[in-house]
T-cell receptor, first 111, second 113 residues
Framework: GNSVTQMEGPVTLSEEAFLTINCTYT??????LFWYVQYPGEGLQLLLK?????DKGSNKGFEATYRKETTSFHLEKGSVQVSDSAVYFC??????????FGTGTSLTVIP | NAGVTQTPKFQVLKTGQSMTLQCAQD?????MSWYRQDPGMGLRLIHY???????DQGEVPNGYNVSRSTTEDFPLRLLSAAPSQTSVYFC????????????FGSGTRLTVV
């Protein structure tokens, strides 16, 4: 079946630190992969996506590369800011209009 | 502003009561879904629709009904509320298929006592 596994949180970093949030997936066929971000009290917002192997999605300084050989889509940012504090969700969409989310990773950035 | 609008934002129900969570989008998106978000479990799909008049079940459909009479609206009905339905509910829409990425509403926090 299809599933997404994210690293456990919460993650606490100092401002300007490097961020990696691991995400691996199991899927049939060739899924599209996404990262969503949820700020406190809000809905999820699409952060970036990649639709085929070796694609790199990027937005707001965040990047993730679709690695088919390792079935991974790790989220990275070179220098986090306090405003990046949020919950980050990895997700995949597969054939059949199904969308699968990871459990989310909470990030807190301290000044 | 264009987007997905959910009402109400907060609701407290007694066990056994019924209610409808409203969801409307003004982006002419064909694809709409309802998710529930519970601590440690991420988001789980309740029901989805690929267009007006077409709905299907997701991962956790029991206790919920949906209908899609127009492209814009996709209400979620709780038939007889149970404490296990205490959750945050999100409606989301997408152009054609979710590969394009979802637009989410701001959520409804439901407590069943």
């Amino acid at each position: 079946g299809n599933s997404v596994t994210q690293m456990e949180g919460p993650v606490t970093l100092s401002e300007e630190a490097f961020l990696t949030i691991n995400c691996t997936y199991t899927a049939t066929g060739y899924p599209s992969l996404f990262w969503y971000v949820q700020y406190p009290g809000e809905g999820l917002q699409l952060l970036l996506k990649a639709t085929k192997a070796d694609d790199k999605g990027s937005n707001k300084g965040f990047e993730a590369t679709y690695r088919k050989e390792t079935t991974s889509f790790h989220l990275e940012k070179g220098s986090v800011q306090v405003s990046d504090s949020a919950v980050y969700f990895c997700a995949l969409s597969s054939i059949g209009n199904q969308f699968y989310f990871g459990t989310g990773t909470s990030l807190t950035v301290i000044p | 502003n264009a987007g997905v609008t959910q009402t109400p934002k907060f609701q407290v129900l007694k066990t056994g009561q019924s209610m409808t969570l409203q969801c409307a989008q003004d982006m002419n998106h064909e694809y709409m879904s309802w998710y529930r978000q519970d601590p440690g479990m991420g988001l789980r799909l309740i029901h989805y629709s690929v267009g007006a008049g077409i709905t299907d079940q997701g991962e956790v459909p029991n206790g919920y009904n949906v209908s899609r009479s127009t492209t814009e609206d996709f209400p979620l009905r709780l038939l007889s509320a149970a404490p296990s339905q205490t959750s945050v509910y999100f409606c989301a829409s997408s152009r054609e298929r979710p590969n394009y990425g979802y637009t989410f509403g701001s959520g409804t926090r439901l407590t069943v006592v």
